[in-house]
């Protein structure tokens, strides 16, 4: 029974009962939790920082095999269940198009650091009898854009920079999202080349 006990065996004399059995298991394992959409790009998933769904999970065994896999969901988590605790297994997260992966391992909470090294693989998973880890987790960012290039003397007036159309140093450029509002602000170059770098790709 579920006390480990059988119930009453009555025995007559000189009988040999061997058919007095237990079986027993190892109970399952399971392991999961997030790929989330890393802001500052720390390999910490900070307040605020939301799951990305769609995204691809692969669980493989430590010889590379791939054995199960799934895609987060609107919250951007994921799950395995039913893992057999002998075996030693790898997630792998596809990193969405656009997209890069968060440095792994930081900081000192494994429960909200990125565990995704460069290849978006783990490092092996030991899975104890019934554990249910849910500390997985990869970040994942948009990598930051950058726009720039010169201002120059347009002689000719006709909108080219014409070989001989030098750079104008010292104007003012500003930097503005589509409501407006000024962003950021730079004078051209003594070549009259100016730049706005580390820029949101999600900001129009």
């Known amino acids: 029974g579920t006390n480990g006990r059988t119930s009453c065996i009555d025995l007559t004399p000189g009988e040999n009962n061997t058919t007095i059995d237990a079986g027993v298991f190892l109970p399952k394992a399971s392991l999961g939790d997030i790929v989330f959409l890393d802001l500052d790009e720390d390999g910490i998933q900070d307040s605020g920082e939301a799951g990305v769904s769609g995204v691809t999970v692969n669980l493989l065994n430590c010889s590379g095999n791939q054995l199960a896999t799934t895609t987060t969901n609107a919250n951007g988590n994921y799950s395995f269940a039913d893992l057999d605790p002998n075996v030693n297994y790898i997630v792998e997260f596809e990193t969405p198009t656009d997209y890069e992966l968060s440095p ?53 007036e006709d909108g080219i920079q014409d070989s001989g159309e030098a750079g104008v140093s010292g104007v003012t450029v500003n930097l503005l999202n ?27």
Not at 124 to 150: M, Q, R, W, Y
Not at 183 to 202: E, I, M, Q, R, V
């Open 104 to 156: 792994a391992n930081q900081g000192g909470d494994d429960s909200i650091d990125s565990d995704a090294g460069t290849n978006g693989r783990t490092s092996c998973i030991d899975l104890t009898p019934g554990e249910n880890n849910t500390t997985i987790d990869a970040g994942v960012f948009l990598p930051k854009a950058s726009l720039g290039d010169t201002v120059f003397l347009d002689l000719d």
């Open 178 to 204: 589509c409501s407006g509002n000024q962003l950021a602000t730079t004078t051209t170059n003594a070549n009259g080349n100016y730049s706005f770098a580390d820029l949101d790709p999600n900001v129009n």
